[in-house]
């Protein structure tokens, strides 16, 4: 039984080397966005609100930073041009660019807690 539960453990905290996952398309807050595995130089998902109070357009998408913008870290921008404001968000983990801008934690509760079963039995 042990082995079977250390087998899990290990199953769900290596990974496979699969590309960042980020919700794409554009529309308006209730558009419903797909899910995309991005190409291997895209480590960034992007979350853009575009627009004024009563009027905004969301595009969401994969992003690589080149070597004039490079992110370091989870960010927000900010520009207003005309009375329009646009900002733009970036993250690195899969599918952070989400309506909430949740991020997706079952994959670290389902570890934790099969850990804590090993060391219970």
């Known amino acids: 039984m042990k082995i079977a539960l250390a087998t899990l453990t290990l199953t769900l905290l290596v990974t496979t080397g699969q590309c960042l996952k980020c919700y794409t398309g554009t529309g308006d807050f209730s558009s419903s ?11 960034w998902c992007l979350k853009s609100k575009t627009g004024v109070s009563i009027a905004t357009v969301e595009t969401r998408g994969c992003y690589a930073s080149t070597d ?3 992110l370091s870290k989870s960010t927000c921008q900010s520009v207003d041009v ?39 039995i």
């Open 33 to 43: 966005f797909s899910q995309k595995e991005c190409a291997s130089n895209q480590e």
């Open 68 to 70: 004039n913008n490079v």
């Open 82 to 120: 005309a009375g329009i404001g646009t900002e733009t968000c970036y993250c690195n983990t899969d599918l952070c660019n989400g309506a909430q801008g949740a991020r997706p934690i079952i994959g670290m509760a389902m570890t934790l807690i099969t850990i804590g079963v090993y060391f219970l």
